[in-house]
């Protein structure tokens, strides 16, 4: 592709006016005739079975419509496969009002429906619910210190020369251990369902998720029904981070009461109940590693503990990224898993690689103050250009382009190395850096694109937008290649009756429909270009796809700007009202090269030496990731993946009472996240890469890469300020108080 008029230049959104009016319609807001409302009631115990259920009162209340539970429902699948999806980890699924057993506290144990939402409050709150208690086991340290930990999964773990000995020679070594808490996504829309009951055993749904189709295939495996009789929709959603990749339990439940009242549904969570979905998993990560004196690796050992459901193997790659990052010829990686009465974990932006790189990055930073190097200078002295898992070598890594302009930007130069020499008044300034590092996945996708005579386009694939600007991404897509004005382009997306697309999600998403898109649009040139050249004394005669381009409603001839035809005249000419042309696309599978991205993140802070107070005054995102279609939305996913790691570093925790098994912090009170006073300059900007191996449009996708490293960069210049290491995230200001 040769023509720029769209792609590359910041471009708003184009449903960012919908959004803004409040006319963009959430999971909750559809309002169609005979609507009954749902209320879930969870479960108050962790572990156990349910010996009864006292529904009585609650069917009393005028207006109740039912109350649905495992002893009064509907016919629902009982193998555990039918409940897996696009992205479940290995293990049994939860099967919601299936059984009596219960798995975790907040498991939903009965929906109350009624004519109106508040008689299915009040009446929810009518429900007894019988226990037979068994006790339970939620803290994962206690597992840990217990020994109760799975083996090592070979899927996450690498061996390579001999790391002990190599440790025990090196000339400088480090061993620390690093912590994560429980984290919840805590997107801003609820997770709701409104289920519309179509008659004939239909039923349309409108669902918080990030995979329209996920959910339809998860509906028709649970109720058994066909799926041409299931139309799963998420035209908007309000924030992800992962909580929508999988469905979550409103959606069969939505289901399940709309089918056995044979009348629509809706079914909205509680934010306290958003607690009782998945999170991010806490973790201990040990690292240890040793460096010959003029820094270069010669020992990298990390070993991660992780915590999953009893019913669930929940893990991401946690380690491996060192060997993607620093050349190391003695390594041993692997992961663990303990297992605690929760619901099972799931994604949470950059799964794996932000847990990884925080402790990974805080381990080079420590091995940079024992081997007195730069911390910039020790990832430079260990740089690998090749991926040392696969043995093979990436097909662009501008990595040492984004240290190298990073640094410039934030004025590294100027940093003295002494942690507490930098003051600013009463406050420690402390300046910190590390490497953030992503998989660039692409999926099998496709799209439809329709062109017709007006010039109007539509373009559609069934995946979702989140809020990294996917119709945008479409519309700018089609808009360039078919060489017609933004304006005229319709996108759809967030319905499973639209071309197969992978749930939005792991940043495939420009990528994988993007490739679609493109392939659609290309069908349609193609098309184009024939009733072009069919024209009598056709001045395209003769011509290759390759050989024009499709700008301001014309073909024209890249090497000859006057022979043109216009598109309208092309379409009047061969008599074509519409060209509809679907397509799709799959990912590179020659494995010749690794795809990743990358990123330097470095970060100021400023500590008050008195209080404690952590304030993350600065930080410079650099990131790698092949072509950017829209540096606009694209700064805007790594700015806020920045906010979500400074809400990592200094914010966010999920605090367990294990005496009843319980997330407590389950409030916008209680847990926190950065907001806009914890917020301040933060400079993000895209270092040219050209990958002309990964796909035609070059572009590996940014949804997660801004998260990765960005804690890490903040603990970091913590200790630079401070001279005080904190593990252990968040750090609040009693542990760094702390002696
Ligand atoms: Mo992202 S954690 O793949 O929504």
């Avoid at 009756?497 to 392939?519: N, Q």
Wanted: proline share 5%; net charge negative.
């Amino acid at each position: 592709m040769t023509a720029t008029s769209y792609l590359g230049k910041p471009t708003s959104r184009v449903e960012g006016r919908a959004k803004v009016m409040g006319t963009a319609k959430y999971a909750a807001e559809y309002n169609v005739p005979g609507l009954a409302h749902g209320v879930v009631v969870s479960s108050a115990i962790a572990k156990g079975r349910i010996a009864h259920i006292h529904a009585e009162d609650a069917l009393a209340v005028d207006g109740v419509l039912d109350v649905f539970t495992h002893e009064h429902r509907p016919k629902l699948a009982s193998s555990h496969e039918k409940y897996t999806d696009e992205v479940a980890p290995p293990g049994s699924p939860f099967r919601p009002l299936y059984d009596s057993e219960i798995l975790f506290s907040g498991q939903p144990v009965a929906l109350v429906v009624a004519e109106e939402f508040e008689i299915a409050r009040f009446a929810a709150s009518l429900v007894r619910v019988e226990y037979e208690q068994e006790s339970h086991v939620t803290d994962f340290d206690a597992q840990r210190r217990r020994g109760a930990v799975s083996k090592r999964d070979p899927a996450h773990a690498t061996a390579s020369g001999n790391p002990t000995r190599a440790f025990e020679q090196a000339a400088v070594r480090i061993k620390a251990e690093y912590r994560m808490p429980v984290e919840h996504h805590n997107p801003m829309e609820p997770f709701a369902a409104t289920a519309v009951w179509e008659g004939d055993d239909q039923i349309t749904v409108f669902d918080k998720t990030q995979g329209p189709q996920n959910c339809r295939n998860y509906v028709a495996g649970v109720f058994g029904m066909p799926r041409e009789k299931v139309r799963v929709l998420s035209p908007y959603v309000g924030g992800g981070f992962g909580s929508g990749l999988r469905p979550q339990y409103e959606l069969p439940l939505a289901v399940l009461a709309a089918r056995a009242l044979k009348r629509s549904v809706r079914l909205t969570l509680t934010r306290q109940q958003m607690f009782t979905l998945g999170y991010r998993a806490a973790n201990v990560q040990e690292l240890a590693l040793g460096a010959n004196s003029d820094g270069s690796l010669a020992s990298f050992r990390h070993d991660v503990v992780a915590m999953t459901s009893q019913f669930e193997d929940f893990q991401r790659d946690f380690v491996n990224w060192s060997s993607l990052l620093y050349r190391c010829a003695n390594a041993e990686l692997g992961q663990r898993l303990v297992k605690l009465d929760q619901n099972t974990p799931c994604d949470m932006r950059g799964p794996g690689g932000t847990e990884g790189a925080y402790a990974i990055e805080c381990a080079m930073d420590e091995l940079a103050y024992a081997a007195n190097i730069d911390p910039l200078e020790l990832r430079l002295v260990n740089y690998s250009d090749r991926d040392q898992i696969e043995n093979r070598p990436y097909s662009s890594k501008q990595l040492r382009e984004c240290y190298h302009q990073g640094a410039e930007k934030f004025g590294w130069s100027n940093r003295n190395p002494q942690p507490r020499s930098m003051r600013d008044g009463n406050e420690l300034v402390g300046w910190g850096m590390a490497t953030g590092i992503w998989e660039a996945m692409q999926m099998p996708a496709r799209a439809k694109a329709v062109l017709t005579a007006n010039g109007s386009v539509e373009i559609a694939s069934a995946t979702a937008d989140i809020g990294p600007g996917t119709y945008t991404m479409m519309a700018q897509l089609a808009a360039e290649m078919l060489g017609v004005p933004l304006d005229n382009v319709t996108a759809k997306l967030g319905d499973s009756a639209l071309p197969d697309a992978p749930v939005e999600g792991g940043s495939f998403t420009t990528s994988s429909v993007g490739s679609a898109i493109y392939a659609a649009c290309r069908a349609v040139q193609k098309e184009l270009l024939v009733l072009a050249q069919k024209m009598a004394g056709s001045p395209l005669a003769g011509a290759k796809l390759d050989h024009v381009v499709f700008a301001e409603g014309k073909i024209r001839h890249k090497n000859d700007a006057s022979r043109e035809v216009s598109v309208a005249d092309a379409m009047r000419t061969g008599k074509a009202d519409r060209i509809e042309k679907e397509a799709g696309a799959g990912p590179n599978e020659d494995g010749k090269y690794s795809h990743f991205t990358h990123s330097a993140v470095f970060a100021e802070v400023k500590v008050d030496e008195q209080l404690g107070v952590i304030r993350v005054t600065r930080v410079v995102n650099a990131v790698a990731a092949g072509r950017i279609l829209n540096p606009k939305v694209a700064g805007s996913q790594i700015l806020g993946a920045v906010v979500g790691g400074i809400g990592m570093a200094l914010h966010e925790e999920t605090a367990t009472d294990h005496r009843f098994g319980r997330f407590m912090t389950h409030n916008l009170a209680d847990y926190h996240v950065p907001v806009n006073a914890d917020v301040h300059a933060i400079d993000v900007f895209f270092v040219e890469e050209k990958d002309d191996e990964i796909n035609p449009l070059g572009v590996k996708g940014v949804g997660e890469i801004g998260i990765v490293g960005t804690a890490a960069a903040i603990a970091n210049a913590v200790y630079h300020a401070t001279g005080k290491r904190v593990r252990d995230l968040p750090i609040t200001l009693d542990k760094l108080m702390r002696d």
